[in-house]
């Protein structure tokens, strides 16, 4: 099953965007879902995670900048951004952290890019 991000694109330092995954049927519903990130020269990195119950996690860089929720009814997951840096600027994916561990096969698809400026 392959996640598509979009809602990325330019901001100031200090804005903010919404950033949405959709994926079709809904057996992904029984993963734990996260939003990853990779920018230019540097590896992929989990930013947020949200489980079936909905229990977050956060990257300690964006932990209380960022908020992570899914709409399981819809099949959507979403990652509000708020106060954004420069730093945050790269492409930011969805996935099933079972596919991101190995554990299920999938794609990373294109990913939204988001570029952040001061």
């Known amino acids: 099953v392959q996640l598509q991000a979009s809602g990325g694109g330019m901001v100031q330092a200090g804005g903010s965007l919404r950033l949405s995954c959709v994926a079709p049927?809904?057996?992904?519903?029984?993963?734990?879902l996260g939003w990853y990130r990779q920018s230019s020269g540097k590896q992929r990195e989990l930013v947020a995670a949200v489980s079936v119950h909905g229990a977050t996690n956060y990257g300690d860089s964006v932990r209380g900048r960022f908020s992570i929720s899914r709409d399981s009814a819809k099949n959507m997951l979403y990652l509000q951004m708020n106060n954004l840096k420069p730093d945050d600027t790269a492409v930011y994916y969805c996935?099933?952290?079972?596919?991101?561990?190995?554990?299920?096969?999938?794609?990373w698809g294109q990913g939204t890019q988001v570029t952040v400026s001061s």
């Open positions: 996935n099933t952290l079972a596919f991101a561990d190995g554990d299920i096969p999938g794609s």
């Open positions: 049927g809904s057996t992904w519903n029984i993963y734990t």
